[in-house]
């Protein structure tokens, strides 16, 4: 058990990021403390600091924050309703357009296009990162809860699931 802060409006938000003592993260549930060094979950300090302004520098000299990136979301937000709109009213299963509509802004910015939702590399990147999003997330929720042991096989077992869903990924990235 931990005791947890809510912040629920900007002010407070704003003013609490402004402040050292609030940039700290909570302790890494043994999911992602099991190889025992430390890493980009559980980095925290000056070393967080400094990852984190790399990161912004990073994203900035891609276009987050500028006109450029907006643009290509808003464009990709186009393609999003269009294919909303072929349900005619109907039902849909809105994640089955959303993922692809989220990983297209990311693919925008790493390969300088979109991916059309039935192009074939498509189909192949939403698959993988569905295939992860399945192994990880229950598990992630509840890591805290399990013998790490226990946590230390599951995790073995996911990481050759997730390597071989990514193989093609990785063949369509080169």
Known sequence: MQHVVILNDWESIKDAFHKDSFLGRPEVTPFFALSGTRGFPDVNGDVWREHRRFTL???RDLGFGKGGMEERIKDEIG?????I??????PIQIQSLLSPSMSNNICSL???HR???????RVLLDKAIETVSKLIHP????G???????TK?????????VAKSFIPVFSFMK
């Not at 991916?115 to 590399?121: A, M, S, V």
Request: a negative charge.
């Open 79 to 83: 393609y999003l309703i269009k294919e």
């Open 110 to 112: 790493v390969f300088g």
């Open 57 to 59: 520098s990073l994203l």
């Open 85 to 90: 709109d072929k349900s005619n009213g109907g």
């Open 115 to 121: 991916l059309d939702y039935l192009e074939p590399n």
């Open 144 to 150: 805290g809860m399990y013998p790490l042991y226990l």
């Open 139 to 142: 598990f992630a929720l509840l």
């Open 153 to 161: 096989l599951f995790a073995s077992v996911s990481f050759l699931t």
